[in-house]
C-alpha cells in the first residue's frame, strides 16, 4: 500500500482581487499578522508527516523560493542576538524539501495541479490551496490522508456552507453518508443559485489517487474559461470511487479581501500580545461608527 508523502501546491494564481498588492508580490505571500499564508500551509503539511513538497509557481512568485530558501546571514543574526524564538520561527520550514516548478500560463488549478505530475509520478498524493488556511485540533490534510488509507480511494474535503454561497464553490452530489465520510455522485464546479445539490463546498484540501492525471490531461476549459479540477474529479469518480470528506476545523478563506481581514483579525484576537489593545481600539472604532458624521 502507497502512503501519502508529497504534496502539490498550486500558488501560481494572479490574485487580481487584491491588485495592485499582487502586481509584483504573490498573493500567497500576504501575511496573516507576521507569516505569510503559505507558511500556514506548509505548517500544516509538515504537521500531517509530509515528506516532499511542490509549490507551483509562475510569473513574479520568485519571493515564494525566496522565503523558503535559508537566510544564512539572518539567521547567524538572530543567534547571535540570543534571538532563538525568532531563530526558530524562520527556521521551521526546514524540516521539509520543498521544490518548485512553473506553470507558465495561469490555465487554472485543474492545469496547475497537472504542471506537477512528474514529481508526484505514480503515488498517491495531496493538494493544499495557497490561499486556504485551516486551523484544528487534527491538521485538515492529515485528517483526508487517514481516511485514504482506510478506503484506498481518493478524498475530497469538503464543509458545509450557507446556501447562498453555494454559487462561489464546487458542490458535491452526496449519497452514502458514514460519519463525516461521503460516497459521492456528483460534484458540480459553481453551481448557480437554487440548483445545488447540496451545501456541501469542497474547501481546497484534496488527496488523490495518480489516475487524476489522466483526467487532467483531457480535461477542457470548463468555468471561468480555465481548467478546472472539479472536472476532472466529476470524471474520475465515474472511473473510480470519489469520496468527500466533511473535515473537522476552521477554514479561513484568504484568498478574498473580506476574508484576508476578518481572518487578520481573528488571529490577532488569538494573539495574547495583540488581543487586549486590538479590542480596545475597536471598541473605539464601533463608539465612533455609531456617531454622526459631522461637516
Ligand atoms: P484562485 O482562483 O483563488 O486564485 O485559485 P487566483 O486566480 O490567483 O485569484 P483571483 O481570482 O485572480 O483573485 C486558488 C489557488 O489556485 C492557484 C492560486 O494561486 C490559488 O492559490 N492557481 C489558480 C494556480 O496555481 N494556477 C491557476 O491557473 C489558477
Given at each position: 500500500?502507497k502512503?501519502?508523502?508529497?504534496?502539490?501546491?498550486?500558488?501560481?494564481?494572479?490574485?487580481?482581487?487584491?491588485?495592485?498588492?499582487?502586481?509584483?508580490?504573490?498573493?500567497?505571500?500576504?501575511?496573516?499578522?507576521?507569516?505569510p499564508?503559505?507558511?500556514y500551509?506548509?505548517?500544516?503539511?509538515?504537521?500531517?508527516?509530509?515528506?516532499?513538497?511542490?509549490?507551483?509557481?509562475?510569473?513574479?512568485?520568485?519571493?515564494?523560493?525566496?522565503?523558503?530558501?535559508?537566510?544564512?546571514?539572518?539567521?547567524?543574526?538572530?543567534?547571535?542576538?540570543?534571538?532563538?524564538?525568532?531563530?526558530?520561527e524562520?527556521?521551521?520550514?526546514?524540516?521539509?524539501?520543498?521544490?518548485?516548478?512553473?506553470?507558465?500560463?495561469?490555465?487554472?488549478?485543474?492545469?496547475?495541479?497537472?504542471?506537477?505530475?512528474?514529481?508526484?509520478?505514480?503515488?498517491?498524493f495531496?493538494?493544499?490551496?495557497?490561499?486556504?488556511?485551516?486551523?484544528?485540533?487534527?491538521?485538515?490534510?492529515?485528517?483526508?490522508?487517514?481516511?485514504?488509507?482506510?478506503?484506498?480511494?481518493?478524498?475530497?474535503?469538503?464543509?458545509?456552507i450557507?446556501?447562498?454561497?453555494?454559487?462561489?464553490?464546487?458542490?458535491?452530489?452526496?449519497?452514502?453518508?458514514?460519519?463525516?465520510?461521503?460516497?459521492?455522485?456528483?460534484?458540480?464546479?459553481?453551481?448557480?443559485?437554487?440548483?445545488?445539490?447540496?451545501?456541501?463546498?469542497?474547501?481546497?484540501?484534496?488527496v488523490?489517487?495518480?489516475?487524476?492525471?489522466?483526467?487532467?490531461?483531457?480535461?477542457?476549459?470548463?468555468?471561468?474559461?480555465?481548467?478546472?479540477?472539479?472536472?476532472?474529479?466529476?470524471?474520475?469518480?465515474?472511473?473510480e470511487?470519489?469520496?468527500?470528506?466533511?473535515f473537522?476545523?476552521?477554514?479561513?478563506?484568504?484568498?478574498?479581501?473580506?476574508?484576508?481581514?476578518?481572518?487578520?483579525?481573528?488571529?490577532?484576537?488569538?494573539?495574547?500580545?495583540?488581543?487586549?489593545?486590538?479590542?480596545?481600539?475597536?471598541?473605539?472604532?464601533?463608539?465612533?461608527?455609531?456617531?454622526?458624521?459631522?461637516?
Open positions: 500500500m502512503k501519502v508523502k508529497k504534496v502539490i501546491i498550486p500558488a501560481a494564481g494572479l490574485g487580481t482581487r487584491f491588485l495592485p498588492a499582487t502586481k509584483a508580490m504573490p498573493k500567497e505571500m500576504l501575511p496573516i499578522i507576521n507569516k499564508t503559505i507558511q500551509i506548509v505548517e500544516e503539511a509538515i504537521a500531517s508527516g509530509i515528506e516532499d513538497i511542490i509549490i507551483v509557481t509562475g510569473k513574479g512568485k520568485r519571493a515564494i523560493e525566496d522565503h523558503f530558501d535559508n537566510a544564512f546571514e539572518l539567521e547567524s543574526r538572530l543567534l547571535e542576538d540570543g534571538k532563538l524564538e525568532l531563530l526558530k524562520v527556521q521551521r520550514s526546514s524540516k521539509v524539501e520543498i521544490h518548485y516548478i512553473r506553470q507558465k500560463e495561469p490555465k487554472g488549478l485543474g492545469h496547475a495541479v497537472w504542471c506537477a505530475r512528474k514529481f508526484i509520478g505514480d503515488e498517491p495531496g493538494v493544499m490551496l495557497g490561499d486556504d488556511i485551516v486551523t484544528g485540533q487534527i491538521p485538515c490534510l492529515k485528517q483526508l490522508m487517514d481516511q485514504y488509507e482506510e478506503t484506498q480511494n481518493s478524498v475530497i474535503g469538503v464543509q458545509v450557507p446556501d447562498e454561497f453555494t454559487n462561489r464553490y464546487g458542490i458535491i452530489e452526496p449519497d452514502q453518508q458514514d460519519g463525516r465520510l461521503y460516497r459521492v455522485n456528483n460534484f458540480v464546479e459553481k453551481p448557480p443559485l437554487g440548483t445545488a445539490p447540496s451545501n456541501l463546498a469542497i474547501m481546497g484540501r484534496y488523490f489517487t495518480p489516475k487524476i492525471f489522466k483526467y487532467l490531461e483531457m480535461q477542457e476549459k470548463g468555468a471561468g474559461g480555465e481548467i478546472q479540477l472539479t472536472d476532472a474529479i466529476q470524471k474520475l469518480n465515474q472511473s470511487r470519489v469520496y468527500a470528506y466533511n473537522e476545523g476552521t477554514r479561513y478563506d484568504v484568498g478574498e479581501r473580506l476574508g484576508y481581514i476578518l481572518t487578520t483579525l481573528e488571529f490577532a484576537l488569538q494573539n495574547e500580545d495583540l488581543r487586549y489593545p486590538l479590542m480596545d481600539a475597536m471598541a473605539e472604532w464601533l463608539s465612533k461608527a455609531g456617531q454622526p458624521t459631522i461637516g
